[in-house]
């Protein structure tokens, strides 16, 4: 009799698995290439979702850090196609340094990377992510958002792209995810 008990939940549990893998699974399902929005400059981006990336980072220039008060701050500037011509244009921001990381391969195995929080408006949600910042040069992609963000963003399907704007208004914009 205690065998039939164990079968018939064994039986049980596995008919309900399709089901909580259902319930678990997130509601949106991104592309691997996405637009955003960073926040509150509304600085319209192209951002790239890599799962292979553990780590997220923003492609900035002219990256120097310095003292606010007592605190630090780093000054960055993002690339920007303007105009027809597509010439790029440096949009600066200034935000507080989260903390410092070691940078891998950077020329002579030293140095180290500001890490700060930005506001990304994805979709209809808004998201503050600590984002390092790389001097990546001419990247297609301003934001690369690595697996640590991806794991509350959603989940990623490699063949789509573009499948949502970003609409994030006044009431979004209080309800951001951490």
Not at 37 to 44: A, I, K, R, Y
Request: overall charge positive; hydrophobic content about 40%; charged content about 20%.
């Amino acid at each position: 009799m205690h065998a039939l008990s164990k079968l018939i939940l064994g039986c049980t549990f596995a008919l309900m698995l399709p089901q909580l893998a259902f319930a678990a699974s997130p509601a949106q399902v991104f592309g691997w290439e996405e637009e955003a929005v960073l926040l509150p400059e509304q600085t319209s981006i192209k951002i790239e979702l890599d799962t292979s990336a553990e780590n997220s980072y923003l492609a900035a220039t002219n990256i120097e850090p310095f003292d606010k008060g007592s605190e630090k701050w780093v000054r960055f500037s993002v690339e920007m196609p303007k105009g027809l011509t597509g010439a790029s244009v440096g949009i600066p921001f200034e935000r507080k340094i989260v903390r410092t990381k070691k940078g891998k391969g950077l020329i002579g195995g030293g140095g180290h990377r500001q890490v700060v929080k930005m506001t990304l408006c994805i979709g209809g949600q808004t998201y503050q992510e600590e984002l390092t910042l790389k001097n990546r040069g001419k990247k297609d992609y301003t934001v690369v958002l690595g697996r640590n963000t991806l794991q509350h963003l959603g989940a990623v399907d490699v063949t789509r792209t573009n499948t949502i704007k970003p609409e994030c208004n006044a009431s979004a914009a209080k309800q951001t995810v951490e």
